[in-house]
């Protein structure tokens, strides 16, 4: 329990966050899940106690410096969720946020669904699709308060990813690494037509993490044109401009 004491009391420099301890517990049942699937499916390539709390647990909960107060009543969906981050450390935070998962890929899809069993997570839906195909799906086309993104994507990309599927005056947070800023600006013309535009860009500075990262939030302030987003690989394939 050690490592996930030293959580902690990142999280409460970093965020004035306090973990409780049943919090500190499932982070705990967290990474040694993490570390367990990692050793027969390689879900990542970080699975040292140290690098899991700081590179995975504190760099999800670090979204929290741009949601808004109140922000456990949203509907928030993550894209490309990889082993449940952001989401799932979030969720963890704040058991009343209603939480869609999103992954393509199915032994990744099958931990976040074994590790929300496993926390006993409720209003967690683990969706094992590909981001193109859920942005036409009326069910979830501009349904979401939030949607999120940690190295997804390039930023025109992630912006075809995730403008559909926020409603009108929601917002879109993409985590970025050090090229973050210089990349959003790049892409602030395929934003627009996406019906999107820059909010803001936040520092952020990790503990023992040279490089700075970055929280990008773009704001819905028009409705995605129907076309948006393509056919399954065309995004990556010939990004918007």
Known sequence: ??????????????????????????????????????????????????????????????????????????????????????????????PELRLTLVEATGKKVAFCQALVAKLRLNGVAVLKARAEELGQDPAHREQYDWALARAVAEMPVLA?????????????????????????????????RLGGQLGQILPVELPGIVETRYLVIFDKVAATPPAFPRRPGVPSKAPVK
């Open 160 to 192: 075809e990813y995730l403008l559909p599927l926020v409603r009108l005056g929601g917002h879109v947070l993409a985590q970025k690494g050090e090229g973050g800023p210089a990349e959003t600006h790049a892409a602030e013309s395929a934003v627009r």
């Open 1 to 94: 329990m050690a490592s996930m004491e030293s959580l902690a009391a990142s999280a409460r420099s970093l965020l004035n966050l306090e973990l409780t301890p049943g919090q500190i517990a499932a982070f705990q049942t967290y990474a040694d899940e993490l570390r367990a699937w990692s050793g027969r499916f390689n879900l990542t390539a970080i699975t040292d106690p140290q690098s899991i709390q700081i590179k995975h647990f504190l760099d999800s909960l670090t979204v929290l410096k741009a949601l808004p107060p109140g922000w456990g009543r949203l509907r928030l969906v993550d894209v490309g969720t990889g082993a449940g981050f952001p989401g799932l450390p979030l969720k963890i935070i704040c």
